[in-house]
């Protein structure tokens, strides 16, 4: 090996191509990206022009340090193409992420032991399955093939050992009383609009620890200090306002507690339908409607569940979609349906690039690889 080449890391001579490879080897050693992989493959590993050893070699070196540096110009093309493809993913990941506008805290319940057999309410704990004054039959004609769609969400979500996700909210403190608790509730699914789970609950710990997940406290303190505390939760500045006027009302209203139905919940600032059912549930144990977002909302649109009243076209929002799928969903999957869902959108039936080859419903589903076709197409037509 050449001296010149120790200087280089190990990560970047071990893709250096000293010997040929076979077309198998070859494969194996490609980049993923989105352009075709030939077309890269050439572009990394093959010497181009700019790489002609008569015009980038200064006249009278050996063979030898012509061949080194032509190595060096490989791997540094090499990375300029990863730095390219991470930051392409990096961009996707990013609209993604403003698609994705509310995520919650989990109950992670390994089911890793359970067969593929297993059926579909099975699936969930039994207190999930258990709603407050509610029947398990549906009030209209279901979607044909339904169950066998669930199903086969469930089997995706927990293959490979993969958990079950039951919302929850975090209590830290068993010892604390019910009605602190059901305010942090309260405060802690307010701020979780527009925010990462993992930045929502670094901001509720945070309140936690200066004592500022009661109503009392949080009216004595200033929205400035408050906004300090939750950042960077979306628009911070905003549900630090929301904050000081919930607690306000609650204190006001309901002696340090949360409102007990879905209409006075609403009246409250910031508060829209999601949080309210997300609230009814977490709070008081009481599933009042389904919790729709941004991936309830899309996947029930993809697999045909819901509709506009009146019409076949899809639904064009979340509470359009919420109301349309409680008319044929058995009432005892109203809570675990949002979670599932929530999974499933995540992992298989994104919002970009749904992986429609991946889904073992596709043949069940009216939108598989539509969308990919249609974003291909628009590849192609546009202009160079």
């Not at 002609?52 to 060096?72: F, I, M, N, Q, W």
């Not at 995520?103 to 359970?114: C, G, P, Q, R, T």
């Not at 059912?277 to 909302?297: A, P």
Request: proline fraction near 7%.
């Amino acid at each position: 090996m050449p001296p010149s080449l120790f200087l280089l890391p190990r990560s970047l001579l071990a893709r250096i191509p000293f010997l040929p490879l076979s077309s198998r080897a070859r494969a194996l050693t490609m980049p993923v990206t989105r352009r075709p992989s030939r077309s890269l493959a050439s572009e990394a590993r093959s010497p181009d022009s700019k790489l002609d050893p008569g015009t980038e070699c200064p006249g009278g070196v050996s063979d030898r340090e012509k061949r080194a540096h032509l190595r060096k110009k490989r791997v540094k093309r090499i990375v300029e193409i990863d730095e390219k493809r991470a930051k392409e993913e990096a961009a996707d990941r990013k609209v993604c992420d403003l698609i994705d506008i509310e995520d919650f805290a989990y109950d992670k319940v390994n089911l890793s032991a359970i067969s593929n057999d297993v059926n579909l309410d099975s699936s969930f704990p039994a207190s999930k399955r258990k709603s407050t004054h509610l029947t398990d039959e549906p009030k209209a004609d279901a979607p044909a093939n339904w169950e066998e769609v669930l199903d086969g969400i469930r089997k995706m979500r927990f293959a490979d050992g993969a958990p079950v996700e039951t919302m929850r909210h975090e209590k830290s403190a068993s010892l604390v009383p019910p009605k602190e608790q059901r305010f942090a509730v309260l405060i802690s699914s307010l701020l979780s609009s527009q925010t990462k789970g993992a930045v929502t609950n670094g901001a509720v710990q945070r309140l936690s620890e200066k004592g500022l997940l009661d109503a009392d406290a949080i009216v004595r303190t200033d929205e400035a200090t408050l906004a300090s505390l939750i950042y960077p939760v979306g628009f911070y500045l905003r549900k630090a306002h929301h904050m000081k006027k919930v607690a306000e009302i609650c204190l006001e209203k309901y002696g340090g507690d949360i409102p007990s139905s879905i209409n006075e919940l609403l009246a409250l600032p910031g508060v829209g339908p999601k949080i309210a059912y997300l609230v009814m549930i977490m709070g008081w144990n009481n599933v009042q409607g389904i919790c729709v977002d941004t991936h309830v909302h899309r996947i029930c649109n993809r697999l045909g569940w819901v509709s506009r009243p009146g019409t076949r076209q899809k639904t064009s929002n979340p509470e359009q979609t919420r109301v349309s799928l409680e008319t044929w969903l058995p009432k005892d999957l109203w809570d675990p349906i949002n979670p599932l869902l929530v999974g499933f959108g995540r992992s298989v039936c994104t919002a970009l690039r749904p992986r429609c080859g991946t889904c073992i419903i596709n043949h069940l589903c009216p939108s598989a690889f539509k969308e990919a076709r249609s974003s291909s197409s628009k590849a192609k037509r546009s202009p160079n």
